[in-house]
C-alpha cells in the first residue's frame, strides 16, 4: 500500500506558516553586522550567497519532484548520496530547525527595544 503525502493545510498549520513569516525577520541582521565588520564590500559576499542558493534551489526542484515524500529534505540526501550522509543531514537539519527559535526571539528582542 502507497501511502500519499496530505494535500491539505489546517487551520494550526496555516497560523504557524504565517507567524513563522512574520517573525522571520532575524536574517536581517545578518546584512548589518557584515556592513558593520567588512563595510560596503559584504555586498559582494552576499551576491555569491544568492549564486550559491540559486544552484542549491535549481537542484532541489530538478531533484524534489523524483521523491514526493514527506521530509524530503532530508530524503533526499539519503537517496542521493547514501545512508550515512542521510542521517548525518538529518541531524544537522534538527540541529538548525532548533536553532531558529531562539534567533527570532532576539530578533524580536533587538527589535521590540525601539519601541519599549
Partial sequence: MVK??????????LI??????IIGSGWLFGPL???HIAGPLSIFSWLIGAVTIL???LTYAEVGPLFPRAGAAAHIANVVHGNLLGKIW???LFMFYIAIAPVEVIAVLTYADNYI
Avoid: D, P, Q, T
Wanted: hydrophobic letters at 50%; proline letters at 0%; glycine letters at 20%.
Fill in 4 to 13: 500519499k503525502l496530505k494535500r491539505e493545510v489546517g487551520f494550526s498549520g
Fill in 16 to 21: 504557524f506558516a504565517s507567524l513563522g513569516g
Fill in 33 to 35: 553586522n557584515a556592513a
Fill in 55 to 57: 544552484f542549491l534551489g
Fill in 90 to 92: 538529518a541531524w544537522l
